[in-house]
């Protein structure tokens, strides 16, 4: 009799806050988000654009508009077999041959390292840096510990992010003037962080996990563009409530059926939900400007936190002493970035 009101009890929490949910994201897509298109048509010949998870969802509708305009693109995917076909796809729909892929796993320090040394060996300019990669944390879904020692939504989505950053930055120097583009999501504004976070798991419902390395991408990225120098420049964006793959787990079928075939009536599509990835590539508006927040092609207010310089700076000094401790001194040679 108690262990069947424990399942009852279980299964009805587990309904509850599927609703609670789906409720709240029905709000955020009709209430505070627009469908606002990238006005810009600036050409991107000449230009090399690398953009992380580019071979499904918002990376890929974003890479094919960035290689309609000209681009040199390199599309990365943690599946090398998926990345050669979106980039075969690409090449076949826009015409554009210069369209190159590679495998990266953001859950691996080393394979980030061995990544950034093909790309810094083997490609001679780096002009736009879309930092689009990332997963989500479904409520059923088993917390994972990566094999550096971090959870995993929190390395995929926010440390391994800022180490690949890190490591490209010389390229991206010697490439200006040069944009970093990192994918951050207004989920941060449900967070529940403490700075232990970065390092450590603590039990906590599944979107407070990806709200936190969200907001942990905002927050870095305006500490990184104070220590970056003129002519380049590091913004974050939210691309809105997008119908992707991103929501899907092998776990939970329900799951599954309901945000592959329910919510696409309600989220935007991976092409709506691109414009402002798109437009923070290649919009002749935001030459020079950096340590912005951007929704809908424009500046935006994101939370109090991102203007409390001591805050950022902590987040920083964490995220470094993370990345630090978990390199050899070779690579952490290859960082050049200031420390404050």
């Known amino acids: 009799m108690v262990l069947y009101l424990i399942i009852q ?13 789906i409720l709240s994201i029905v709000c955020v897509r009709f209430i505070g988000e627009k469908n606002v298109p990238c006005k810009c048509t600036a050409r991107l010949d000449g230009k090399t654009v690398l953009v992380t998870g580019g071979s499904m969802g918002i990376g890929l509708a974003t ?12 599309l990365t995917c943690v599946n090398e077999h998926t990345a050669k076909a979106a980039a075969e796809e690409l090449i076949a729909t826009t015409g554009n041959q210069d369209i190159h892929y590679r495998q990266l796993d953001l859950s691996s320090f080393d394979n980030i390292q061995n990544f950034a040394q093909d790309i810094n060996e083997n490609f001679d300019k780096l002009h736009i840096l879309l930092n689009n990669a990332g997963k989500s944390c479904q409520p059923t879904e088993k917390i994972r510990i990566t094999e550096d020692g971090l959870e995993s939504t929190m390395q995929v989505n926010f440390v391994g992010l ?8 010389p ?3 010697a490439s200006k003037p040069s944009r970093i583009v990192n994918t951050s999501s207004k989920a941060f504004k449900t967070h529940q962080f403490i700075l232990d976070d970065i390092t450590t798991y603590r039990p906590m419902f599944a979107l407070k996990i990806y709200s936190n390395s969200k907001l942990c991408v905002l927050l870095w990225t305006k500490a990184l563009s104070r220590r970056l120098s ?3 420049t590091a913004n974050a964006l939210h691309p809105g409530t997008v119908n992707t793959n991103i929501y899907v787990t092998k776990n939970d079928r ?12 309600v ?3 991976p092409v709506e939900g ?5 437009h923070c590539c290649v919009a002749s508006s935001l030459e020079g400007v950096t340590g912005q927040y951007l929704a809908d092609c424009q500046i935006s207010e994101s939370v109090e936190a991102f203007d409390d310089f001591e805050y950022t700076e902590k987040i920083w000094e964490k995220t470094m002493a993370v990345i630090k401790s978990r390199l050899p001194d070779e690579v952490l040679k290859q960082i050049t970035v200031s420390h404050k």
């Open 254 to 265: 329900l799951m599954n059926y309901i945000f592959t075939k329910l919510v696409r009536f």
């Open 63 to 74: 890479a094919r508009d960035l290689a309609r305009r000209g681009a040199r693109l390199i």
């Open 9 to 21: 009890y279980f299964a009805e929490f587990c309904l509850c806050s599927l609703i609670v949910t």
């Open 171 to 173: 390229k991206l120097n």
């Open 230 to 232: 003129d002519g380049i």
């Open 267 to 269: 989220f935007k599509t």
């Open 162 to 169: 800022a180490l690949l950053t890190l490591l490209l930055l």
């Open 274 to 278: 691109a414009q402002t990835s798109i």
